[in-house]
């Protein structure tokens, strides 16, 4: 019997790659929803070839534009109303999150207050709002199965494992394009050399996070909420060849690591299919002999500084990782946009951070509302720096 997916994002990276999987594996998974911002072009290619049963976007205009290429077809919703109903339809099984942003944190609650199965991608879902979600979490019992390939590996290492025989879990980091450049070589490295991510193909956003290191620490604070353990036992190592990619060390001192080649549709087909057995693909397999040699390295935390503000906010808790990740997003975007340098990406989070105070076991409104509160003064930073 085939499961039915909704997948939140579908026209992004992960939505894109959680449908080539769907298509590996068409006798056992079915795109039954698929949500997308205003791509309508990418979303219209995909209804053509998957024809799932519910399709949102992201704003009324999209939508009539879908209903004009797709006369007759009833079911196109948007907003956040087509989000949620897509992560909670009764014939929905499982719902792959990979919504940017915290706009990922409406549905994915409601999808596991419905009690569905959730493959998580979006970062800001947990970075922003771990505990609410968590906490609903616990009270659906619903299970979260996560999607990058970090929280995949270890999550795969700590099968029959209970959380109480682990000593630590380490986070391995390919260092992005500049690992090695200090802090004046990074003055002069444009967008280009920023996108070109020397081992995964990537949304820009993700790829600028992984070229300031960012992304890393966003994975250290979902790696927290994700798998119960204190900050001081989740470890970042640098393994440029990222073929391991995570490993446990459990308290006896053995180290289990999952390793594989760098393709993101793994991680993916593991949280679709799990609990079911492992079964064959046509995607690229790991060759030893490809590397001669892995190795590792720690990171420089001192030039890469948002690795240690990330770090720092979930440390300090309350409301400081969702003011972490609006200040950051602000950053990124006015680099993508040609308005801020490279460097200063931390310069402004760190300003917007020691600005903000904040709240401990903050609610979802709480949490929405330090975005809110971060976004003019962030905007007004990157104007000024």
């Known amino acids: 019997m085939k499961e039915n997916i909704a997948i939140l994002g579908s026209t992004g ?21 698929l949500t997308a911002g205003s791509n309508t072009k990418l979303l219209s290619e995909q209804i053509k070839q998957f024809s799932p049963a519910l399709v949102s976007v992201k704003n009324k205009n999209s939508a009539k534009i879908l209903n004009q290429m797709f006369d007759g077809y009833e079911l196109i919703y948007w907003g956040d109303f087509g989000n949620v109903l897509a992560a909670t339809s009764e014939k929905v099984d499982r719902v792959v999150v990979a919504t940017p942003g915290l706009p990922g944190i409406i549905p994915t609650i409601a999808a596991i207050e419905a009690k569905k199965k959730v493959a998580l991608a979006t970062k800001e879902v947990l970075v922003a709002a771990g505990n609410v979600v968590m906490d609903a979490a616990e009270k659906a019992k619903a299970q979260i199965l996560p999607i990058d390939s970090e929280h995949s590996a270890i999550f795969q290492c700590l099968q029959n494992h209970c959380i109480e025989q682990v000593s630590k879990i380490y986070l391995t980091c390919s260092g992005g394009p500049f690992r090695g450049l200090n802090t004046e070589q990074l003055k002069s490295v444009t967008l280009q050399d920023a996108l070109n991510h020397p081992n995964w193909k990537m949304g820009k956003k993700i790829t600028v996070d992984s070229a300031t290191l960012m992304n890393k620490g966003f994975e250290a604070i979902e790696a927290h909420w994700l798998f119960g353990l204190p900050m001081d036992q989740i470890n970042i190592i640098i393994h440029p060849q990222s073929v391991i990619h995570s490993a446990v060390e459990f308290v006896d001192g053995s180290v289990i690591a999952q390793m594989g080649a760098p393709d993101m549709r793994l991680p993916i087909q593991y949280a679709l299919l799990y609990p079911g057995r492992r079964i064959q693909n046509n995607f690229r ?9 892995l190795s590792f390295e720690e990171p420089d935390t001192e030039t890469f ?3 240690r503000l990330a770090i720092e906010s979930a440390k300090s808790g309350g409301t400081y990782p969702a003011v972490l990740n609006v200040a950051n997003d602000i950053a990124v975007e006015a680099f993508l946009n040609g308005m801020l340098p490279f460097y200063k990406i931390p310069e402004v989070v760190e300003n917007v951070l020691a600005k903000h105070t904040p709240k401990y076991s903050p609610s979802l ?3 929405f509302e330090a975005d809110r509160a971060v976004r003019q003064f962030a905007n007004l930073l990157t104007n000024l720096i």
């Open 285 to 293: 397999k790991l060759s030893f002999a490809d590397y001669p040699t």
């Open 305 to 307: 500084r948002c690795l």
């Open 365 to 367: 409104g709480d949490i």
């Open 13 to 33: 990276s992960i939505g894109s790659q959680a449908l080539e999987v769907i298509k590996q594996h068409k006798d056992s998974l079915r795109a039954y929803a």
